[in-house]
Structures are given as structure tokens and as C-alpha cells.
């Protein structure tokens, strides 16, 4: 009878000491990979429809400009610059500080977005783009949706 019988081999215990490796290791690459907004907007802005849109092509390089109304109630409009509330005529530090924290090609390269709600008037547009105009700030795309 011991000539039919199967010996009893028992399974091996499945060794977890690498799981936490692994599992950092796939916190770490999403941690890496996933962009966050970095800037609480302050102001509300409903984009304008277009018809001839392009893609940005290289976000390093663009530095955002929002206008709009204050999500506060206030009725004037007003710029945003990062997470504070400027005026026109901050327009040009802002942009030369954000030029020099950038990489030189990137500098070289740097494209304003103004992001303005559909019904900001031109006067405000138009100061921001004098001051980026001072700033040498000649690459600007407006934000529009596709009709």
C-alpha cells in the first residue's frame, strides 16, 4: 500500500516582503506622472467659441492669464495672475519673473494664454497686452472652444 500512495508535499508560503516595494514603486510613477492644478482660480470665465483652433504644443513654456469676474460677486473685472489679483500694470513683472524661473529654451519659447470670459471688454485686453508687450512678451494664444 505505501507503493500507491502520494506523498504529502505541502505548498510553499507566498512571500510578501517585495509587496511594498512594488507598491511604492507604483505610488511613486503616479505620483510622477499626474499633473495637478497648481492655481485656484479666483475668477470666472466662460471662454469664447472659435472656428481656426490650434493645440499648445509645449506647456513648460506658457505662462496663464485669467480674466474675469471675481467668483466672489464683485462686478468688475479683474486679472489673475497665479493664485493673487493684479492689475494691468503688474502684468510685465509678473511675466519677466516667470521668464526667469523658466529653462532658457523654454524662456526663449514662452507663450501667454490669456484665458478671459467671453464678455470682458477689450480696454482690459488691451492694457494686458501693452504690458506684455513691455515684457517682450510677443507670443500670445487666447483660449477659445470649438463650435
Known amino acids: 500500500m505505501s507503493r500507491f500512495m502520494k506523498p504529502k508535499h505541502e505548498i510553499p508560503a507566498l512571500n510578501m516582503s517585495s509587496m511594498p516595494d512594488l507598491i511604492f514603486t507604483v505610488l511613486f510613477f503616479f505620483m510622477i506622472v499626474t499633473h495637478m492644478r497648481s492655481v485656484p482660480l479666483k475668477v470666472k470665465y466662460q471662454v469664447p467659441a472659435g472656428t481656426e483652433l490650434t493645440r499648445l504644443t509645449k506647456k513648460a513654456a506658457t505662462t496663464y492669464i485669467y480674466i474675469g469676474k471675481p467668483f466672489a460677486g464683485e462686478q468688475q473685472t479683474r486679472i489673475q495672475l497665479n493664485d493673487k489679483f493684479a492689475e494691468a500694470d503688474q502684468v510685465t513683472g509678473y511675466v519677466m519673473a516667470e521668464r526667469r524661473r523658466m529653462q532658457p529654451d523654454d ?15 477689450m480696454g ?5 497686452k501693452q504690458a506684455l508687450r513691455k515684457a517682450q512678451a510677443l507670443k500670445i494664444h487666447y483660449s477659445a472652444v470649438n463650435r
Open 124 to 128: 482690459t485686453i488691451t492694457d494686458v
Open 107 to 121: 524662456a526663449h519659447n514662452m507663450t501667454v494664454d490669456i484665458k478671459a470670459d467671453r464678455h470682458t471688454d
